[in-house]
């Protein structure tokens, strides 16, 4: 029996074989599909290569800054317009709670004998023309307690209105950072199907030469078919935040489509007791509270002002026929409260005084929980982004090569190839799914203490 060996010239992308010594024809048949299968396997290994760089959409749009968008949505958003609008109206208020009460001007005419105007008015000595006015005296500091209160609810639609632009804000920030990883996604899915689809390709030229079988050729379809489910999914998560950004930033749903800018971790420089302290100076929702009792404590004196008596002066004067002299005359009187609405009044505003300061009491205890839940988060998220990028993927990439070699070296099966594939490609999308959280609690966290991040 005669041995064959086996010689390939590889010239560019072409491929050529070459029997030095012949034996038997199954020897030769045996060697070309050694060869076949050598060299389809060595074709794909360049183009193998893991995750390098950031995935981002494909689009020739170039990136919108999120400050940018920020300060779009301050300019152009609806709902801070409008709150805006309700605190400068409230500002008006005060001048108006703190005013005098209207004065009354009348004029008089009797006549006698007919009811025409001015009738009998030469020949009668009953007949009279007069003028007069008249005006309600408030309590002596009542009308500058009505401006006060007036005043301090002016100062909680401030913050309402400031609590308004941060939840937008917020809204904004929230939807940038879930499309960045959306587009981030996109990329990665894209670029990881090319790779699946080139680890398709050895595993079919294995099984036409008899060392791989039909089931992994299966697989790997199998599993370009889920990731184009990931790839249709994703886009229609894109097109949903998309519409929400338009919305928020004013913009028209066929105005050309925001573009983020990759994701990278910010640091997060503050303890938890120093943001728990920004909490009552810096919260709106916190501060709008605190004007509120406020309000109602300045409400509960003006209930007791209100026992006090009101005041009307008034003043007329009357001209009569011309032999008569004109008559002045001047009244003076006192308005009495009800004290039976009035108690009923203080009632009412003791207890809304009360609900008002349990209301500041659960609204700071909510927003403290919710900073130091937040805060956790934050820190929680730092330890698994360090893991990820450390430890997990980099250890995933290696073996995911090392199975590579294996299996082109026969020496692995292709269910532990894909399962380290699969490993690379979910590692590094839990890692951006991990990064945009991480910067989604930050968000949030600005709008709690209203502390500002690099």
Known sequence: MKSGICHRHLSGRFLTFQVVALGSSAAIFTCLLLLVSRAAAQEAIPALSLRSQVGTARTSAPASPLPDLVKEAERNNP????????????????????????????????????????????????????????????????????????????????????????????????????????????????????????????????????QGN????????????????????????????????????????????????????????????????????????????????????????????????????????????????????ATFGIRLPNRGRQKAELAEAVENRERAKRELEAELQQTLAEVQRQYVLIRQSEERLNIYKGGLIPQAEATFRAGMAAYQANRQDFETLLSNFLDVLNLDLDYRRELAEHESALARLERLTGVTLP
Do not use: C
């Not at 009354?104 to 009738?119: E, I, L, T």
């Not at 971790?265 to 909490?279: N, S």
């Open 214 to 329: 039909q089931q992994d050729v299966l697989r790997a379809q199998l599993q370009h078919t889920k990731i184009l489910e990931a790839i249709a999914t994703n886009r229609q998560e894109q097109g949903q935040l998309q519409a929400q950004l338009k919305q928020i930033l004013n913009r028209p749903q066929t105005s050309p489509d925001v573009v983020a800018e990759p994701l990278t971790p910010t640091f997060l420089l503050y303890t938890d007791a120093q943001l728990l302290e920004r909490v009552l100076n810096q919260n709106p929702d916190v501060r709008a509270r605190q004007q509120l009792v406020q309000r109602q404590e300045a409400q509960v004196e003006l209930a007791h002002k209100d026992f006090r008596p009101d005041f009307m002066a008034s003043y007329m004067y009357q001209h009569t026929a011309s032999q008569f002299r004109d008559y002045y005359m």
């Open 79 to 210: 709902e801070i317009a409008a709150a805006l609008h309700g605190w400068q109206a409230a500002t008006h208020v005060p001048k108006q709670a703190a005013a005098f009460p209207e004065t009354q001007v009348s004029v008089q005419q009797f006549n006698v004998g007919s009811p025409r105007p001015f009738a009998g008015f030469s020949n009668s000595d009953f007949a009279y023309i007069g003028i007069g006015a008249s005006q309600d005296l408030p309590w002596p500091g009542r009308r500058a307690l009505r401006g006060r209160v007036a005043e301090l609810e002016a100062s909680s639609l401030r913050e309402d209105s400031e609590a308004v632009r941060r939840r937008v804000i917020e809204a904004i920030r929230l939807a940038y950072f879930r499309l960045a990883y959306a587009q981030q996604a996109l990329g990665i899915l894209e670029r990881n199907d090319q790779l699946l689809n080139q680890i398709q390709q050895i595993a079919e030229a294995r099984y036409r030469v008899g």
